[in-house]
């Protein structure tokens, strides 16, 4: 049974944004989908490249400067940031906003979890001294259904707020841990009488940047989060 699964696997989420517009990843698709049963270790790169190409996609869409050459979970973090999950008119549901974000810090770690399948099982990724473990279909069935959720939601999210809001206002006020760490990391300059804090020059001269540097902040925050959670002793 399992094999006949996996044999016709298709990436729904992932054909609905082809078929939303997002036209360019179909032969990724496609290669995911052979990739699950025919070799596994090249459907880790291939997932991982697909939720790439995506948050890519995304961020050229909205006209949203990023670094070329940054890794995935920090571009996931920062696509995220930019994107809208609430509807308009219940933008103030703070508990349901709040719910919704431990949600994306789930995929979040789904995100990181097929990057290092990708480098230490896949097909295509850097060379290695000593042999790569090797997958099958089921690990490989993982990833890939992994990554399809991922990119069909995105994109799904991405089309269906962007008429109406193409990238949220960065509040400055709403991050004041980031702005004070900016503040205390280059502390304050004067020009003339006048006194600036970096934060805030940042964010209202290079927002773009302020958004990258901000998601970066909050992805060092989780980490140490999450390794202080697994340090504790259960009773």
Do not use: W
Request: proline residues 5%; aromatic residues 8%; contains cysteine.
């Amino acid at each position: 049974m399992a094999e006949t699964s996996t044999a016709s696997f298709v990436m729904h989420g992932a054909r609905d944004a082809i078929a939303d517009g997002l036209v360019h990843i179909e032969q990724q698709v496609e290669g995911v989908e052979q990739a699950v049963v025919n070799n596994p270790g090249l459907a880790f790169d291939l997932s991982r490249t697909l939720i790439e190409s995506t948050c890519k996609t995304i961020l050229e869409d909205r006209a949203v400067v990023y670094k070329k050459d940054e890794n995935l979970p920090r571009l996931f973090s920062f696509t995220t940031q930019i994107l809208s999950f609430l509807p308009p008119s219940e933008s103030g549901a703070s508990e349901v906003g709040k719910s919704l974000r431990q949600t994306l810090n789930g995929l979040h770690t789904a995100v990181q979890g097929i990057c290092e399948l990708r480098n230490q099982c896949g097909f295509a990724s850097h060379g290695s001294g000593s042999p790569r473990p090797a997958m099958e279909a089921a690990q490989a069935l993982l990833a890939a259904k992994a990554a399809d959720t991922i990119v069909g939601f995105l994109y799904h999210v991405h089309r269906q707020r962007y008429a109406i809001q193409p990238v949220p206002e960065q509040t400055y006020k709403d991050h004041n841990d980031f702005n004070e760490s900016l503040d205390e990391a280059f502390g304050p300059f004067k020009i003339h009488d006048m006194e600036f804090r970096p934060s805030e020059v940042l964010h209202n001269l290079e927002p773009d940047t302020y958004r990258i540097y901000l998601a970066e902040f909050e992805d060092s925050d989780d980490s140490i989060a999450d390794d202080s959670a697994s340090s504790e002793v259960q009773p």
